[in-house]
């Protein structure tokens, strides 16, 4: 049997993604510092990018999660069957 390619990551794209992480979210920070408003207004909108980021990584986490449980399962189910063909034998007689 052939086993599933898992998918995997480069260290390229793992430092791009950290990279554009912290870009967006400095832009938006400068941004926000220089907004010709109210302190209040900065900080409501600064603390609202804050919830908008814990969000998306929560999100993150439960897809990701999500995904690794029904591969978990998929190798589970997959090892039962193995065990399974393996001590089949349709030539045995039971007497």
């Known amino acids: ?18 990279l554009s992480f912290g870009l967006s979210l400095s832009a938006v920070a ?3 510092a220089y907004l010709p408003v109210s302190a209040w207004i900065r900080a409501f ?12 990584f929560m999100l993150a986490k439960v897809v990701r999660d999500r ?5 978990v399962t998929t190798r589970v189910d ?3 069957l193995d065990k399974l063909l393996a001590e089949h034998d349709p030539f045995r007689s039971d007497a």
Request: proline share 5%; charged share 5%.
């Open 45 to 56: 909108l600064a603390v609202s990018v804050l919830y908008v980021v814990t969000s998306a």
């Open 1 to 18: 049997m052939t086993k599933p390619i898992q998918p995997t990551q480069t260290t390229a794209f793992y430092v791009q993604s950290i």
């Open 78 to 80: 997959q090892a039962r």
């Open 67 to 71: 995904q690794e449980l029904g591969t």
């Open 30 to 32: 400068i941004g926000v």
